[in-house]
């Protein structure tokens, strides 16, 4: 079993940045694909980004558009999503999730996930 334990959400202003972190435990780090996922009030869970199982390929959504950025340190089992130029509509629960896949992009191919983190964007 793999805990994940997310950190780093909080309030930020329009145009503003944050950094989530993800801690793993409980297995190989390196073994796993990681990604994000977010999910806002009355909608779907959304993928955020994924980071492939080498580290060597990255996927994002279409929304993210540049602004995003997941990376990895195998050192600290902690995978990172660093947001920048935040805008009102990226306010959700965000969620680290681990995928026994080499790379993964929807939610059904990820099998642990933590528990969110809540960034909320204010106008």
């Known amino acids: 079993q793999m805990q994940l334990v997310e950190s780093g959400g909080g309030l930020v202003q329009a145009g503003g940045s944050l950094r989530l972190s993800c801690a793993a435990s409980?297995?190989?780090?390196?073994?796993?694909?990681l990604g994000w996922f977010r999910q806002a009030p009355g909608k779907e869970r959304e993928f955020v980004a994924s980071?492939?199982?080498?580290?060597?390929?990255?996927h994002y959504g279409e929304f993210v558009k540049g602004r995003f950025t997941i990376s990895t340190n195998n050192a600290k089992n902690t995978v990172y999503l660093q947001m920048n130029i935040l805008k009102p509509e990226d306010t959700a629960v965000y969620y680290c999730?681990?995928?026994?896949?080499?790379?993964?992009?929807?939610?059904?191919?990820?099998?642990?996930w933590g528990q969110g983190t809540q960034v909320t964007v204010s106008s």
């Open positions: 409980g297995r190989t780090f390196s073994s796993y694909a």
């Open positions: 999730a681990a995928s026994l896949r080499g790379l993964a992009t929807t939610a059904v191919e990820y099998a642990f």
């Open positions: 980071i492939s199982r080498s580290g060597s390929t990255t």
